[in-house]
């Protein structure tokens, strides 16, 4: 079992940058395929980027050119770096592990969920 907590949310001004960090603990992150997804008020919930346990990723394509995932595992930590926020970006964002691999974009087949950082952009 692993427990994830992020954190590195905020408030930030449009063309602003954040790196949101993924603390894991119970178990070595390396373990496990991470995801980083993002949940705006009244809208579904969605996967920004995942990263395999091999470090393979994969972005939205709104994020793409942006937003970088990555893993640290001697720090057992995911991040996850923001550039050029935009106001559209403001959501809830939330780590997950899976086991395996592979990092699905399935959010149900993720075993582990933090509680989520918020994320504001102001225009």
């Known amino acids: 079992q692993v427990q994830l907590v992020e954190s590195g949310g905020g408030l930030v001004q449009a063309g602003g940058s954040l790196r949101l960090s993924c603390a894991a603990s119970?178990?070595?992150?390396?373990?496990?395929?991470m995801g980083w997804l993002r949940q705006a008020p009244g809208k579904e919930r969605e996967f920004v980027a995942r990263?395999?346990?091999?470090?393979?990723?994969y972005y939205i394509d709104s994020v793409k050119g942006r937003f970088t995932i990555s893993r640290d595992n001697a720090k057992n930590t995911v991040y996850l770096q923001m550039n050029s926020l935009k106001p559209e970006d403001t959501a809830v964002y939330y780590c997950?592990?899976?086991?395996?691999?592979?990092?699905?974009?399935?959010?149900?087949?993720?075993?582990?969920w933090g509680q989520g950082t918020q994320v504001t952009v102001s225009s």
């Open positions: 997950a592990a899976r086991y395996g691999s592979f990092a699905s974009g399935v959010a149900d087949e993720y075993n582990y």
């Open positions: 119970g178990r070595t992150v390396s373990s496990y395929a």
């Open positions: 990263i395999n346990r091999n470090g393979y990723t």
